[in-house]
Structures are given as C-alpha cells and as structure tokens.
C-alpha cells in the first residue's frame, strides 16, 4: 500500500540524510584521525535512529487514494506543469553513489596502504562518473518532447481529444535474443490504456490509446515509470483531454522509435505526461481524427504529488542491505579490528551500501503489484 507523503515523514527522512552526510563530511575532513571514530559513529547512528522513525511516520499517514471524480472540463489549460524535482531522492542518490568511497576511505585512516590507495581511486572515479548521471535528475524533468507539447499548450493551441484513464498495464513482451536457439528475453512494458470518449462522456467507437512513461536519458532515469505509477494509484478512471504537441510531425521525423510526446490533463487539474507509439498515435494524428483545439490561459494543471517511496514488500530487503552496511563499519570505526581486516571491513560495508541505496532509489514502477494488470505477449516468431 502507498502512503502519503506527510510533513512529519519528509522532516525524518531530509534529517536522516543529513546526519548521513555529516558522517561523509566527518570522515572526509578527518580522514588521519585515529580510531575510535566516535565523530563519525554519533551522526550514523543518529541517521540510523531517523531512518526508523521515517519508516514509522509513512506507515502512519493516509494511504494514497484515488482522486475524486470532477465534473468534464470543455476547456483544455495553457499551463502544464511540470515534474517536480525531488531533492531527497538526488541528495540520497549521491551519498549512495560515494558510499563505497567513504567507506573506504574511513578505513584506511591515511595510513597510505597501497590497497585501500588502489580502492579509493577507483571508487573515487567510479563516483565522479555517476554523478553526472546524477545530475540528469536535477536537470531532465521533462523530455524533450513534453517540452514542445508544454510549449505549444501556453502558446494557446494542441491536438486533443476527451479519453478516459483505464487500466493501468504491465506488459510483458517475449522476443527472441537473435544470440542463439531457443534463446529469448522478456521486456516489461508500463502503459496506461486510455479509451476515448465523446463530447458527452460516453465511450466512442476509437482504438484504445497505449499512454506510455516517458523515456528517460543516459543511463535510463525512470522519473516517467514513477510519475506514470502514481497516476496508476489516484486516476484510474477519470476522464480528461489527451493532447499531442501541434509540432508533432517534427516529433516524429526525428525521434528514432517515431513516438509522439502526449500528455492526459484530468478534469480534476492533473497533468501526467508520457508518450505515444506510431501506431497508437497514427489513427489520431494522421488521421485527423484529433483536431487543434484552442487551451484556455486562465487554467492549469499541475502533476500529482509524490507519494512516499518506501513500500515495505520491496524496500524491508533494501533496510537489511543497509543494516547489514552499517555493522560492518563499527569494528574498524571503533578500532577493534586489524587494519587489514579493517580495509575488507570498509570495502565490504562500502559495497553492501551501494547495493541498499540501490535497491531503495531504484524506484516505484513494479513495486506495488495491485496497480498493474498484467499482460503477456510475444514477437511473430513465437506465435
């Protein structure tokens, strides 16, 4: 079950991260000091402490719900906003993307060993490089293609249609590797199905649109899987206006899988955004079946608001990772353990912490099966 995200839970979890980061800047800072290292255990153990009532706040808030049916909206708003960025998740991002660094580093106590030397440069390096990746998350919100349909709204003009938020689909596709015989992979493939409607609220006689998550840059951000998950939970059902950017041809001409940005703008003033394939989008758009239709500048509709992230199924595995991370530390922090086996000791929890970050960030997409329906089919071949 999803959780609201609540004042009492977004003051935990932002304190436990900062004690996290007190605890990196100690070690860094202090980085010949002698064993024990009472100044780095406090502020870990104090982030330890806030981690748990941050689970206890969000097992406590409301549960998320579905939004309230809102009367049929004849106009279409100018302004659409944007995804919001989420600065706990990119301030947890780069503590677990320097965790093995840390890690390392607090055990070596600039002894200068050759090994912990070698682990931290590599780490180090290793670190650097991702938080680029991690920068994606401060700067790519919306796709380049959201961009010009989110443009195109302010500037008063869209292709739009009435459509009605149904089923909220895992698709799982079999294809065929082409690395050898019998040899085949499976795909999940996140959609909403939005089946259009009339004027009047009733179903039309229209093939159902496949409203997919947005895409995401480099190293595959999946902002759209999540943002496309919480529309999942609240609205299922409601009815609202699929737009396509005017500038959709440009959108196709260029776009190698030739999809089409789209956004579904709810009676109730939410904005999801997503994409459309070619042949979803081809009925509508080249067949004129969706007209250009004027957006009123006196409306708008903004995204829903984030849930909280943590879903016990899923995430209670990520918590052991990073209890198990933390005891591993306290010999070599507390100076009980020799300094080689103080190094594995810090390369291990440095890893191991790694892995609980990992799995906690990753996301929200998969993680609560009662939102999706599930789907199978396969390429021509297996049929």
């Known amino acids: 079950m999803r959780h609201r995200s609540t004042l009492l839970s977004k003051a935990f979890g932002a304190a436990a991260l900062a004690s996290t980061a007190v605890a990196y800047g100690t070690a860094l800072v202090r980085g010949n000091a002698d064993a024990p290292r009472w100044d780095v255990l406090v502020p870990l153990t104090v982030g330890a402490l806030l981690a748990g009532c941050w689970v ?7 549960p998320v719900v579905r939004q309230p049916v809102a009367p049929a909206r004849a106009q279409i708003p100018a302004t659409l906003g944007a995804i919001r960025r989420d600065w706990r998740h990119i301030t947890m991002a780069y503590l677990v993307i320097w965790a093995p660094f840390f890690a390392g580093a607090a055990a070596q106590r600039g002894s200068g060993s050759t090994l912990g030397g070698i682990w931290c440069s590599l780490t ?162 080249r067949g004129e079946i969706a007209p250009v239709r004027e957006t009123d500048p006196t409306l708008s509709a903004q995204v829903l608001p984030s849930p909280s992230r943590f879903l016990p199924a899923a995430h209670g595995v990520s918590l052991l990772y990073a209890a198990a991370a933390a005891v591993l530390a306290v010999p070599y922090l507390v100076g009980a353990a020799p300094f080689g086996v103080g190094i594995g000791l810090g390369v291990a929890a440095g890893v191991v912490g790694f892995i609980a970050g990992g799995r906690m960030s990753s996301g929200a997409k998969g993680l609560d099966p009662a939102l999706w329906t ?10």
């Open 374 to 383: 599930v789907r199978q089919e396969s390429h021509s071949s297996l049929q």
């Open 124 to 285: 180090a390096f290793f670190a650097i490089v991702l938080s680029f990746y991690v920068l994606a998350l401060v700067t790519t919100q919306l796709g380049p293609g959201q961009k010009i349909l989110r443009a195109d709204a302010a500037a008063g003009r869209v292709h739009a249609v009435r459509a009605r938020f149904g089923d909220a689909v895992r698709e799982q596709y079999r294809r065929p590797t082409g690395t050898g015989v019998g040899s085949i992979s499976t795909v999940d493939f996140y959609y909403a199905e939005l089946l259009p409607e009339g004027e009047d609220g009733v179903r039309a006689v229209r093939p159902t649109v496949r409203f997919a998550a947005m895409s995401g840059d480099s190293f595959r951000i999946n902002l759209g899987d999540k943002h496309l998950s919480r529309a999942a939970a609240e609205l299922v059902g409601h009815s609202g206006w699929l737009c396509w950017p005017t500038r959709w041809k440009d959108l196709a001409g260029t776009d190698k899988q030739r999809r089409v940005a789209a956004a579904f703008v709810t009676d109730t003033g939410h904005v999801v955004w997503g994409h459309t394939r070619e042949d979803d989008w081809t009925t509508w758009l």
């Open 56 to 62: 206890l706040a969000v097992r406590a808030a409301p």
